[in-house]
């Protein structure tokens, strides 16, 4: 039923206003109960929240109790799922990777940049280096900046290289993963693994 179908079998005088407008308000917010939109192959980069749920529709319920527990502005709006691992998104501008086995669950459609993910690779030569925890916080830290178009996170370090689109060198690190816009190419100009 249509919200303004239930607003017309509604009979109500002036002073009874505000409480349809609580009505209509409880309605609304117990709208999201089914997902809008499901990807597949699909996982979302920079989650708020991990738990482990059994599938990923307890994922949702758990986004969805988020949304009504949550006081801040930023609530959930997306889940991005696979083996019980449930991470949860409270954004709008996604950042995605194309991954056998991942379901993502969004109230919104996802207008997002594909992130293509290269393990055991390393550029040198970069814009700036910091420390980071993760390297979905070290993109976060390169869309700050116009003319980075990939980073590449060292695990064991900390070590975050945010990449320019020219000047740069790649190189084999196993302990390393770069992140690139899905737009970009990194090309392997040498080739040597650091041990």
Not at 90 to 99: A, H, K, V
């Amino acid at each position: 039923m249509l919200l303004k179908d239930l607003i017309n079998d509604i009979e109500f005088s002036l002073g009874d206003e505000l409480q349809v407008q609580a009505v209509i308000k409880k309605i609304e917010s117990e709208s999201f109960s089914e997902p809008q939109f499901i990807y597949n192959r699909t996982k979302l980069l920079n989650h708020y929240r991990s738990i482990k749920t059994p599938s990923y529709s307890a994922c949702w319920e758990e986004c969805l109790e988020d949304r009504k527990t949550t006081i801040s502005a930023k609530k959930c709006t997306a889940i991005s799922f696979k083996d019980k691992t449930c991470l949860m998104f409270n954004d709008t501008n996604f950042l995605t990777e194309r991954i056998d086995g991942w379901k993502t669950v969004s109230l919104d459609e996802i207008k997002s940049s594909p992130v293509v993910r290269y393990d055991q690779l390393e550029l040198s030569g970069t814009l700036k280096t910091i420390k980071s925890e993760s390297e979905y916080s070290c993109w976060s830290e390169c869309l700050k900046y116009s003319e980075c178009i990939a980073v590449t996170f060292e695990v064991e370090k900390n070590k975050c290289e945010l990449a320019r689109n020219n000047g740069y060198v790649t190189r084999r690190n196993k302990k390393a993963v770069t992140l690139a816009l899905g737009t970009e190419i990194i090309t392997y100009m040498t080739i040597k693994y650091i041990i």
